[in-house]
């Protein structure tokens, strides 16, 4: 099913599919998400990444206070989340100035180290995730190259827990950002980079 869908979005991205098919993939690839409702907080946080406390921000709107502590949690979490992403990012920016060799070698090193945390793999599938965005936007792919690029961003979407704000992973982000500052400081002293 999973070619299926890769198929799918490939033609969706050039047009020209059947109706029928089209309204299957759909239904399969936007199913609604189970569970509680979303909360529209973002203006709220928005206020709170602007300076100002959550205690405060409840008490300028009469927000309740467990409306205050979703707020803070949410805050902290993506602090965390862009916190985590940033390591990513740097870990990923100087393997790539080392070359394709030391590069593998400091990834064997981040798998080591991931291996012994839960959701550990997970650090591998950001790392891949990044190198496959930089690849796209470098632009020095061919056409088959592109495809071949992209599908492998698909299917590395469709692992179960995958997404940076996936429920299952709030609790492994803080041991994440812990190994990644472990090995990028290890990395940063070889390079002597402070």
């Known amino acids: 099913?999973?070619?299926?869908?890769?198929?799918?979005?490939?033609?969706?991205?050039?047009?020209?599919?059947?109706?029928?098919?089209?309204?299957?993939?759909?239904?399969?690839?936007?199913?609604?998400?189970?569970?509680?409702?979303?909360?529209?907080?973002?203006?709220?946080?928005?206020?709170i990444r602007a300076g100002s406390s959550a205690k405060e921000v409840a008490a300028d709107k009469g927000l309740s206070n467990a409306t205050e502590i979703r707020l803070a949690r949410k805050n902290r979490r993506?602090?965390?989340?862009?916190?985590?992403?940033?390591?990513?990012?740097?870990?990923?920016?100087?393997t790539a100035a080392l070359g394709s060799v030391a590069g593998k070698e400091w990834l064997d090193r981040l798998r080591d180290a991931a291996a012994e945390y839960p959701l550990g793999h997970l650090i591998l599938a950001d790392v891949v995730a990044s190198n496959t965005r930089r690849a796209l936007e470098g632009g020095n792919l061919s056409a088959d190259d592109t495809d071949y690029v992209e599908a492998a961003r698909f299917y590395l979407?469709?692992?179960?827990?995958?997404?940076?704000?996936?429920?299952?992973?709030?609790?492994?982000?803080?041991?994440?950002?812990?190994?990644?500052?472990?090995?990028?400081?290890?990395?940063?002293?070889?390079?002597?980079?402070?």
Do not use: C
């Not at 994440?176 to 090995?183: E, F, G, N």
């Open 157 to 194: 979407a469709m692992i179960d827990g995958m997404g940076v704000n996936n429920p299952r992973r709030r609790g492994a982000v803080r041991s994440h950002v812990r190994v990644l500052d472990a090995v990028l400081q290890q990395l940063r002293a070889s390079l002597k980079i402070t």
């Open 1 to 47: 099913m999973s070619d299926f869908l890769w198929e799918l979005e490939k033609l969706r991205r050039r047009s020209g599919v059947d109706e029928e098919k089209f309204k299957e993939a759909v239904k399969e690839l936007t199913r609604k998400p189970r569970g509680a409702k979303e909360q529209k907080d973002s203006e709220h946080l928005a206020e």
């Open 78 to 94: 993506a602090t965390l989340t862009a916190l985590y992403q940033e390591k990513i990012e740097e870990f990923v920016e100087l």
